[in-house]
């Protein structure tokens, strides 16, 4: 089935339609993507990382969880899948895919479901309406990056801090010097090294275009990005999707802060879901990055992270008293576009 999820799109698949050994299932993944390839003309990738996407799913076998799912980023021109991150935009179809595939049942007008995600073993319930026992796609939600509307599937996380490092700042602290330039190393679900962009001699609110052809700027975010992955522990990143790299500077349109978000190389023409609540949980710790640009909402309120096609708001409830994070809340879109056969090219 091919989804919509938030801001991103993607092939999702049971886990039992594919091969049990991973390399296995990976060829054949380059195959029906179409990678590598720029263009991804031979396969059903759209040529670009947001576009190149796949989501593995079932049923849960442990307690506690309905249904396991499996992220998995395919390259778009490199031979690369890779599962060292989690998207939280393809996770916002997961609740009506696993019920389209029957593998969880409706529960009334609204349908609640609790998602495992693998790649970091940690768990999201996902509400979104069922009338009449089916997914109901269309609705009156609006999230800027997808054009209309669509029906509200709300993501409640409640375990993904150091969900993939082991901590919320990796480095055991909220402020480092890597490569010449102070940076924050933090994990809310997506280990991410956030940087004020004053800092790399840019504004930090320039269209994703421009920055991805800025030579020098983009040859410094690697240089950053390789001894931050090692002080997170990360070690060679050169072949994965994180961390992500992310341009920090004051709100423009009333919001939180302003973000640009890379891919590592590409840039996000939004923001991703995990990506957002990681930033906001970077920014509200005294002393972080990004902390002195922030217009920091009052308790209770969401941030409201700006992107390059509008915001995304992140509800972030804290453990009293602390930065810990308790909780993250946020609302998404998803919509099935084509459910049928899809035909690899040849190996």
């Keep these: 089935m091919l989804m919509r999820g938030g801001t991103s799109k993607g092939a999702y698949f049971l886990a039992e339609d594919l091969p049990e050994d991973g390399a296995d299932r990976d060829r054949l993944l380059l195959r029906i993507l179409g990678s590598p390839d720029p263009r991804q003309i031979d396969g059903i990738g759209g040529a670009h ?38 998207c939280g935009n393809i996770l916002a179809g997961i609740g009506p895919f696993a019920l389209e595939r029957g593998l969880v049942t409706a529960q009334g007008d609204t349908t609640t479901v609790r998602i495992r995600m693998v790649n970091t073993d940690s768990t999201v319930v996902a509400s979104f309406p069922t009338p009449g026992g089916v997914p109901r796609y269309s609705g009156a939600l609006a999230i800027d990056g997808v054009p209309g509307t669509g029906a509200p599937i709300e993501l409640a996380f409640s375990d993904t801090a150091g969900g993939t490092t082991g901590a919320l700042l990796p480095t055991g602290s909220p402020l480092d010097l890597v490569a010449g330039v102070r940076v924050t190393c933090v994990d809310n679900g997506m280990p991410s090294v956030l940087i004020a962009a004053a800092d790399l001699g840019v504004t930090g609110t320039e269209e994703p275009a421009d920055l991805e052809s800025d030579e020098v700027l983009q040859a410094r975010l690697r240089a950053i990005r390789a001894a931050a992955a090692e002080l997170m522990g990360m070690g060679d990143v050169a072949e994965t999707t994180v961390p992500k790299m992310v341009l920090l500077s004051a709100p423009l349109a009333g919001g939180t802060i302003c973000t640009r978000s890379f891919l590592p190389v590409r840039v996000h023409t939004s923001i991703g879901v995990l990506g957002a609540q990681t930033v906001a949980a970077g920014i509200a710790i005294d002393g972080a990055v990004g902390h002195d640009l922030a217009a920091l909402p009052a308790d209770g309120q969401p941030f409201r992270i700006e992107h390059p096609t509008g915001h995304m708001d992140i509800r972030i409830d804290f453990v009293p008293g602390s930065t810990d994070i308790a909780s993250s809340v946020v609302f998404r879109t998803a919509r099935k576009l084509f459910d049928g056969v899809v035909f690899p090219r040849s190996a």
């Design 49 to 86: 990382p947001l576009t190149s996407k796949v989501a593995v799913v079932s049923a849960s076998t442990g307690g506690g969880t309905d249904v396991d799912y499996l992220f998995l980023q395919v390259m778009v021109d490199e031979p690369v899948v890779t599962d060292q991150q989690n």
